[in-house]
């Protein structure tokens, strides 16, 4: 990810064109106009690995685009026959489901706010603290760690805690998360409490490792006739 993001940086992955809409913080940028662009860049450049379009359940995206080595003229028959797909549907056209998929992901508070706050318990110099504290664990520690950080009451409590986290806390979240690592790592021996307390970090990382990948899934349905809402 930090390789990435230095290619990013220094322009050898994409054009500076292509930055504003191929980043991926485009999508976390609260801009419909921004998201629906980086959306619709995704689903006419896209390889189906980062969005992916079903109507009625039935998957029509990546399915309709030719393969990654197709010529252009393939890649446009491909967007044309996914036009096709959408035709009937609730969104009927390429741009209005990036501009209704916007709507919901730029909300200021909402999925994406949600995902960000977890996420940061897994970004930065936590990924080098943690394989620290993973090994310092199993070192001062005569249980099965592994089997610990698996067991349902410690993960149920590391989304408790992260969770009920408020928007305006994710900041203070970060830097709390951040610090109690850099504690638990300066400790020249460690105490049950310790031993406890490291575990609550490495769970709390492990949420914010499965929020990085974790994929989103929007519906959009045409209401019923005659529907009053």
């Keep these: 990810r930090h390789a990435l993001a230095a290619q990013v940086a220094a322009g050898r992955l994409w054009s500076k064109d292509e930055i504003a809409v191929r980043e991926p913080v485009a999508l976390f940028s609260g801009s419909r106009a921004g998201v629906a662009a980086a959306l619709r860049e995704r689903l006419d450049h896209g390889n189906g690995d980062e969005m992916r379009i079903f109507v009625n359940g039935r998957p029509v995206h990546p399915q309709v685009l030719p393969s990654p080595t197709a010529v252009s003229r393939r890649r446009t028959a491909g967007v044309a026959g996914l036009s096709a797909e959408l035709a009937g549907a609730p969104l009927g056209s390429l741009e209005e489901v990036a501009a209704a998929t916007a709507g919901v992901v730029a909300r200021r508070r909402g999925l994406m706010s949600d995902l960000q706050r977890l996420q940061c318990l897994a970004t930065g110099e936590k990924e080098c603290l943690a394989e620290r504290l993973l090994q310092d664990l199993c070192a001062r520690s005569s249980d099965d760690v592994f089997e610990d950080l698996r067991s349902a009451t410690v993960i149920a409590r590391a989304i408790r805690r992260a ?5 305006g806390d994710l900041t203070k979240l970060q830097g709390d998360h951040a610090r109690e690592g850099q504690r ?8 049950p409490a310790d031993m406890d307390a490291a575990k609550q970090w490495l769970s709390l990382f492990l949420v914010g490792r499965a929020a990085l990948s974790a994929t989103i899934l929007i519906t959009f349905l045409r209401p019923a006739f005659g529907a009053v809402d």
Excluded at 163 to 167: A, F, I, K, P, R
């Design 184 to 191: 638990l790592m300066g400790l020249s021996s460690w105490k």
């Design 163 to 167: 969770t009920w986290c408020g928007e």
